[in-house]
């Protein structure tokens, strides 16, 4: 469903709530030239208590140190952002939605050094199902290990959610997608399993849980630690810095996805090699579960994580 098609009205932009179409930016924007932008993609869930935004305070952590990299001072207070943020969801009368904060450096001039580039900050929100589907949830994703590499460390900061760097994600799942598949795997420049485009990996063997870590140019992210600490709240042992290869993923018990987007998706095969059974198996089932009980508040576990409107 395209934004025309959606019931929202209002994006919040440098301290002030403007009409969704006029929340426009310049088109020599710095940020639209080199990829200067820092972002965060955070869901709201619908419960009794009202709605409900997940983890909000990791998502702004994260947010500020991704903008400390990139020596960029977003200039409102994490207060700020989460009052406007409450504020713009209640104006729509949002319930479930996704959020987007993202800052970036704006307009002024077009070398490559922003300096003198404003960084304006957007916060915007919309009503967004599963990422993947909703059928994919329970039936799993078909998805291929791509041709192109996660880039490394050392060479960007991958440790950061910058707009830039989705270039990779764009190309690989866009591969993926030419070839008949929902998603990508990519690998890092070793040839080892990185994460997805938008999502971290997680394998299963033998009744233990094993994720890939920092090490592995990965974006470490918030619903990855959710899953790991759901995981080992249920007795798993969880090896969160795993070295996974190439041919481990064929011959796992279970492969899933973690995201904000992708919230916990089974993956039933990579490369047309079906994993386990070819359907969502029992670790995977239990964890999404428990994911979907925690973030719905069908339990009391973990309010901490949650900012209500």
Not at 58 to 78: N, P, Q, T
Not at 215 to 239: F, K, M, P
Request: overall charge negative; charged content about 25%; aromatic content about 10%.
């Amino acid at each position: 469903m395209g934004f025309d098609e959606m019931d929202v009205d209002t994006i919040w932009k440098n301290g002030e709530f403007l009409d969704w179409e006029d929340a426009t930016t310049h088109v020599l924007t710095h940020a639209l030239h080199y990829g200067s932008g820092v972002f965060e993609g955070v869901r709201c869930y619908d419960t009794d208590r009202g709605p409900a935004v997940f983890r909000w305070e990791e998502h702004l952590d994260r947010l500020f140190d991704s903008a400390k990299m990139y020596d960029m001072d977003i200039g409102h207070s994490r207060e700020e952002i989460t009052e406007a943020t409450l504020e713009l969801l209640d104006r729509q009368d949002l319930e479930s939605c996704y959020i987007r904060p993202i800052a970036y450096y704006g307009y002024d001039s077009l070398g490559v050094s922003p300096e003198g580039c404003p960084t304006d900050l957007v916060l915007a929100a919309w009503p967004w199902g599963a990422y993947l589907g909703e059928e994919a949830l329970e039936d799993g994703v078909d998805v291929m290990v791509s041709s192109w590499r996660k880039h490394a460390s050392s060479q960007v900061p991958t440790n950061v959610k910058t707009t830039g760097l989705y270039v990779n994600s764009m190309l690989a799942g866009e591969e993926a997608r030419r070839n008949g598949y929902v998603e990508a795997i990519v690998l890092n420049k070793e040839g080892n399993v990185a994460e997805g485009p938008g999502e971290n990996i997680f394998m299963v063997n033998d009744g233990e849980i094993y994720t890939t870590g920092p090490a592995q140019s990965i974006l470490e992210g918030i619903t990855r630690d959710t899953v790991i600490t759901l995981a080992e709240e249920r007795g798993y042992e969880v090896h969160d810095e795993a070295v996974i290869s190439r041919g481990q993923l064929y011959t796992a018990d279970e492969l899933f996805f973690t995201g904000s987007a992708a919230e916990v998706t089974p993956i039933r095969s990579v490369d047309d090699t079906e994993i386990g059974s070819g359907t969502r198996g029992p670790v995977t089932e239990e964890l999404q579960s428990a994911f979907f009980d925690l973030v719905e508040r069908r339990t009391d576990d973990h309010d901490e994580w949650f900012t209500y409107l």
